[in-house]
């Protein structure tokens, strides 16, 4: 009955490689983000998606591209994985846009070798 | 721009002890505040969140946290730490819609 998860929770692969983060809630929630941490723990913020729409897009190289089939799933592709994209990517869903309580994902661990 | 503070990437205390972890704000206009926990290899779990009504706020697990807008601060604490508390806190503001911005964490150790 996990509220938000995601998948791989770990995920090991190497430079140039294309990879994709899966990211479903059954919260019912009609926005969902998707945020880096990195080795420090700093926790920063890269997209948010509501009802399938994108509403946030922080600085984020053009790489990384989200994708709302519905809005029950947001995803994250990445391509030519590089170095520094090695860190924990966390899904996160709110009721609606409105800033209410975030509910956090298990995150995946990537490392980019 | 809205942003948060956490004084001290690491606290240490002892079991039984008051936990005491620091975030102050900034923010032009009143914000909403919240500290999540994150326990190893898991994801943010909120703890407590402050929305403009009661200043002291009480959470799970035995926290709260008082707004005090005379010191911009949102400082969280607990009378008793256990050793379960150990875990990374981060402090957040909600900034504008559904922008949060997160702290840069504070690591709680509980020694025994």
């Known amino acids: 009955d996990t509220a938000v998860s995601q998948t791989p929770k770990y995920l090991v692969t190497q430079m140039g490689n294309d990879k994709s983060i899966k990211c479903e809630q059954n919260l019912g929630h009609d926005t969902m983000y998707w945020y880096k941490q990195d080795s420090k723990k700093f926790l920063k913020i890269m997209f948010s998606y509501n009802n399938k729409e994108l509403i946030i897009n922080e600085t984020v190289p053009n790489r990384f591209s989200p994708k709302s089939p519905d809005k029950a799933h947001l995803n994250l592709h990445i391509n030519s994985l590089e170095l520094g994209d090695s860190a924990v990517y966390f899904c996160a869903s709110s009721l609606t846009s409105g800033g209410e309580t975030q509910y956090f994902g298990p995150g995946t661990r990537l490392l980019v070798l | 721009a809205q942003s948060v503070t956490q004084l001290g990437s690491h606290v240490s205390v002892s079991e039984g002890a008051l936990v005491l972890l620091r975030c102050n704000y900034s923010?032009?206009?009143?914000?909403?505040l919240f500290w999540y926990v994150q326990y190893p290899n898991q994801g943010l779990q909120l703890l407590l969140k402050?929305?403009?009504?009661?200043?002291l706020v009480k959470g799970i697990n035995g926290f709260e946290a008082e707004f005090k807008k005379s010191e911009t601060s949102f400082h969280l604490t607990k009378p008793s730490a256990h050793m379960s508390d150990a875990a990374e806190y981060f402090c957040a503001v909600r900034r504008g819609g559904n922008q949060f911005y997160f702290g840069t964490g504070t690591s709680l150790t509980v020694i025994p």
């Open positions: 923010s032009s206009v009143p914000p909403y």
């Open positions: 402050y929305t403009s009504a009661a200043t």
